[in-house]
Every structure is written in structure tokens, then in C-alpha cells.
């Protein structure tokens, strides 16, 4: 999406703020022993009080509101009835939404209670890559420049990026052009940012994985060489300076 009105900031603000706040109260309700169903249907009644609609659920037919994947599980997870939380685990939330129109999407990967089995890091290295990443994005950005910065920043830190996952253009519907924003340097993408154009920017850092595979679910994807990754993601702007992050409420840097 391209904006060139004003109705259609206002209209992207109102949907990031809808996702932003459906994802932090759900990242603050989340406990152990609570199944991730129930987190899905609290993020429901969330979304519903803004008037907002789940987009995978309206896009594709997910079976859930919001996609909950917890430790081996990289995204996409499907709340479940029998998944349980436990203390320590490795827990993603994305939250996407239609509001009168306009569509947003949001992401934080995060450890629930005390870190037992040593995930914070990994959370820390994505919250730090995506900010960092945002903070260079402007018209005339090259998309494959930003890919290098964050698969460099996650080599510093001892991790990999995820290459057949990545951000997309968003704004009219869930998933729109520019597509397929890597996390890594595509030589071959000549592709710059645009101003005034809407984007989800999005880490997918892993620790000994470079590629998602599908479950037999068909929804969720797993590491093809297993260990843990950590997701974040903002829905943004692109501008002549700094990108203006619509959702920027829900507070995943703090």
C-alpha cells in the first residue's frame, strides 16, 4: 500500500494500534498453565473490542485467531486445546488484523516466566536486529541492504537468519507488494524502499537453522535443522527520514 491521503495514515494507525495492543495484552496474560487456545480466544475478545478481524483467519482460514508457536515450533502454530505453557518457554505471538479496511501486522517472540532454558538471548539478539534494521530504512534503501545488516548482526551474535521466510508489503490486504523482504543479502534484488509505502518488517533469527519446514498440520513450520528462533515484527511506514512505526505501542523494545 502507497499512501497518499491522510484517511489512509489515520486508517493504517487505528489498525496498529489494534494489533499492537492485541499483542501485548496477550504477551502480558500469557502464564504457565495456560493452553495456547485460551491465549488465542483472549486475543479474540481483544481485536473484537476495536472492531477488528483476524487476517490469517479471514485471508487464509487459519484455524485460530492469532498464530501462538511455542519453542520448536518457529511460526504459524495453531492454538491448540492441548498445548500447555510451561515455565520457560520460548513463546510467538503474531497478531494480524483488518480494521474498517486497512490491515496491520505485529510480532514478539518472548520467554514466559524465568529463563530456564536459556532463550533470552535469542530474544535480545531479535528485538536488537529489528530495531537497528528499522532505524536505516528510508526511500531509496536498498531492501538487500537491510536483509545483509541483519543477517550480519545475527552472525555477530552466534545466530542465523531464516531465508524462505521475511516481511512483506501490507496496508490494503495481509500481504502485499514488495514481498518477500529477506533477512539476508539477495545480490540479485535490485529493489529499493518507497516512500510513503506501508511494510512489515520482520527478524527470523535462529539458532542452528536456516530454513522453515511445514508440518503435516500445514500451517506450522519447524527448523530444518531444529533449535529455536525468535520473531519480531513492526508494521511501518517508509518516509524520507525516520519510518513511522504504527505499531509501535506495543512496547516489544521495553
Not at 535469542?122 to 534503501?141: M, R
Request: hydrophobic share 35%.
Amino acid at each position: 500500500m502507497t499512501i497518499s491521503k491522510e484517511y489512509e495514515l489515520v486508517g493504517m494507525q487505528k489498525a496498529g494500534e489494534a494489533v499492537a495492543c492485541t499483542l501485548r495484552e496477550m504477551t502480558l496474560f500469557a502464564r504457565p498453565g495456560m493452553t495456547t487456545k485460551e491465549l488465542d480466544e483472549y486475543g479474540a475478545k481483544i481485536l473484537a473490542g476495536f472492531g477488528a478481524r483476524s487476517a490469517p483467519k479471514l485471508t487464509y482460514g487459519f484455524p485460530g485467531y492469532n498464530c501462538i508457536s511455542v519453542n520448536n515450533e518457529f511460526c504459524h502454530g495453531i492454538p491448540s486445546d492441548k498445548r500447555v505453557l510451561e515455565e520457560g518457554d520460548l513463546v510467538n505471538i503474531d497478531v494480524s488484523a483488518e480494521l474498517n479496511g486497512f490491515w496491520a501486522d505485529n510480532g514478539g517472540s518472548f520467554v514466559l516466566g524465568k529463563d530456564v532454558h536459556q532463550h533470552q538471548n535469542l530474544v535480545d539478539a531479535s528485538k536488537f536486529i529489528l530495531k537497528k534494521a528499522i532505524e536505516q530504512i528510508k526511500g531509496g534503501v536498498r531492501i538487500a541492504g537491510i536483509g545483509h545488516l541483519m543477517e550480519q548482526e545475527a552472525k555477530k551474535r552466534g545466530y542465523k537468519v531464516i531465508k524462505n521466510l521475511g516481511g512483506h508489503g501490507v496496508g490494503r490486504s495481509l500481504h502485499e507488494q514488495p514481498d518477500a523482504l529477506l533477512n539476508f543479502g539477495d545480490r540479485s534484488d535490485k529493489r529499493r524502499f518507497r516512500k510513503n509505502t506501508v511494510v512489515a518488517i520482520e527478524t527470523f533469527i535462529s539458532t542452528t537453522s536456516t530454513y522453515a519446514n511445514e508440518l503435516d498440520d500445514e500451517w506450522t513450520l519447524v527448523g530444518n535443522r531444529g533449535g529455536y528462533m525468535a520473531q519480531h515484527e513492526h508494521t511501518l511506514v517508509v518516509t524520507d527520514g525516520k519510518p513511522i512505526i504504527l505499531t509501535a505501542t506495543n512496547g516489544i523494545w521495553n
